[in-house]
């Protein structure tokens, strides 16, 4: 297992590229399984949860190939069996959204329950729920999702919220499958993230027939084929955003490249809000319609103190919160952070109060009282993004910190010491 040791504090300094998402990059894998033949994604990055979905593609019978211009190409010709197995899902929760198009190529299927997760309880009940409505019969059998759709899939008007709002693998696995239904498909209550929109702009380019991309109501006409695509994904704005923090944090000053604006509106205000400036690379307002080239982030001071609440997009992030924490930290004054998607996400609140933060949970939010300076401290990765606020906070932090476990952090960041350390990071990958 490999640890990072980062020296701080650092002033960050240059230019960085944000890789393609992440976290649109997997449904869209998906997706390959719904139109027999060759599909192509460009700009997937090179992380362990692509290669793992990878994986799974390659199990159910796809040929799965990371070709030398970086694209994916993925031969569905043949699915051999539609089975999403426990060994495959249990390392990446995401494997639970090839249960849709399986559902909707085979007529059924099978996919290991998603089971615990460090960011608290993740249920699937919308999943089944917006499948059932479909016309699937679905049943739990050893702890397997076991779907059957044998008169095939009927289109429907579903209402997809939960307790938390809408649910972006569950509008993608409900969205898929209503792809190829019969009829048409409403989804209510549909997830608006950009991950989301970019599968459905995907999907129609595949042949589909979806309406009222990007908004809370989409209609889905169901069509009898699909066609393979050639898809180039969007950039991770969650990517995008832990790079304008890590400029905050430094109090230095990233030219970030390959970022959309538009799709972090909440965030970019947040920061200005709090001193640190956003400026588009092409000037002008920050519309859906804006550039893709990029932005300048500075900051020259400690920010001030704010408060955040995480919500669905278009609101803040929950896959930002941890970064926050570890920027208002040291805040000048007090700060609370609420999370409202995964109420127990707060793994980095113990390792960052290792480093000297001073924070106080109660209940899902956080009380985060600025300090001077953090310190350096052994700390343990845990989640993904808690991981990456614990490098955020080396960077800032007097002194050595080790962190532990760093394969979190490669989850979804690839290779953030190669891209920090050109801008003035230092950072050193170990083996332990
Ligand atoms: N929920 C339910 N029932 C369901 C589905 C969700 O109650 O059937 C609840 C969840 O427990 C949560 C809320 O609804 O409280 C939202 O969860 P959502 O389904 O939107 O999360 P997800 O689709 O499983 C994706 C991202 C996460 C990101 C969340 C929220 C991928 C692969 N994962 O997860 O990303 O935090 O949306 O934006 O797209 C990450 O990248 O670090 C990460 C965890």
Redesign the pocket.
Known sequence: MDVFRIEGPVRLSGTVTVNGS??AS?PIMAAAVLAPGKSVLKGAPRLSDISVFSQLLTDIGCKVAREANGNISIDSTAIGKPVGEYDIVRKM??GICILGPLLARCGKAQVSMPGGCA?G???????LRGLRELGAEINLENGYIVADAARGLQGNEIFLG?????????TANVMMAATLAKGTTVIESA?C?P?VADLANCLNKMGAKITGIGSPRLVIEGVKQLRPFEYQVIPDR?EAGTFMVAAAITKGCLHINNCRLQDLMAVVDKLRHIGVTVEAEKSGPLRREASEAGCIVTCSGRVRSTDITTQPYPGF???LQAQFMALLALADGNSIIIEK??PDRFMHVAELSRMAADLRKEGSAVIVSGVDKLIAAPVMASD??ASAALVLAGLAAQGTTIINRVYHIDR?YEKIEERLNPVGAKITRESA
């Open positions: 992440k976290n997997l929760r995401a960011i309880y993740r249920p699937v009940d919308i999943h939960g307790p938390f709002g809408s649910t972006v693998l569950g997830a993230e991950e969650i992030p929950t896959d998607i995964f993904l993004r979804g």
